[in-house]
C-alpha cells in the first residue's frame, strides 16, 4: 500500500492548493517523524 | 485511510520541534490536531486529540461536508454528511453528520420533510446525542 505522501511546507502547500483546487490536511503533531 | 487522504487532500505534516512558528500561526496549541483547509487556505474544520481510525476518517469525511455546505454546495455536503452516518454510525460524528444531512437536504429541497426525518432518525439511533436535542424542534 502505498504511503501518503507528506509536505512539508505549509505555504508550498497553501499554493499548490489553490492551483489544484485541492482541500489541505494539516497534521500538527510531535510523534517523532 | 491512506488512500481516502491521497485522493482528497494535499496531505502537509507539521512537527513541533521541527516548525514551532507554523503551530503558532495556525494556532495548534495540542498534539496532535488537524486542520482542514479549503483550496484558499481557510480553515473549515479542526480536530484535536487522537482519534481510533473510523473515528479520524469520519471526521475527514465531516470535514469534507462541512468544505462543501459552508460554500454553499448542498448536494455535495449532504452526500458527504449521509455517506459518514452510513459508513461510520459509531463514530462520534455520526449524530452531527445526520443532523446536517437534514439541514442539507432542507436547503436543497427548501421543504420541511427532510428535517423531521433527521430528527426521528437522530431520536431513534442517539437518543442522548446533543444533536437528537438541538433536532428535537423539527418532531411534530
Redesign the interface.
Known amino acids: 500500500m502505498a504511503e501518503i505522501n507528506w509536505l512539508k511546507d505549509a505555504d508550498a502547500a497553501l499554493a499548490q492548493a489553490k492551483t489544484a483546487q485541492k482541500p489541505i490536511l494539516l497534521d500538527f503533531s510531535a510523534a517523532p517523524m | 485511510m ?2 481516502f ?2 485522493e ?12 514551532p512558528k ?2 503558532e ?2 494556532k ?1 496549541q495540542w ?11 481557510v480553515e ?1 474544520h479542526r480536530m484535536e486529540g487522537f482519534f481510533p481510525l473510523e473515528d479520524f476518517l469520519a471526521q ?1 469525511e465531516l ?2 461536508a462541512k ?1 462543501s455546505f459552508q460554500k454553499l454546495q448542498y448536494r455535495e455536503a449532504e452526500k458527504h454528511f449521509r455517506s459518514l452516518c452510513q459508513t461510520y454510525p459509531a463514530s462520534g460524528a455520526a449524530p452531527e453528520a445526520c443532523y446536517w444531512a437534514g439541514v442539507s437536504a432542507y436547503k436543497v429541497t427548501n421543504k420541511p420533510e427532510p428535517l423531521g426525518e433527521a430528527a426521528k432518525l437522530l431520536k431513534e439511533k442517539y437518543p442522548d446525542s446533543e444533536w437528537t436535542r438541538k433536532a428535537s424542534v423539527w418532531l411534530h
Open positions: 491512506r488512500q487522504v491521497s482528497n487532500f494535499l496531505p502537509v505534516k507539521i512537527h513541533i520541534k521541527e516548525q507554523t503551530f500561526r495556525f495548534a498534539t496532535p490536531t488537524q486542520l482542514i483547509l479549503d483550496s484558499e487556505g473549515r475527514l470535514g469534507l468544505l
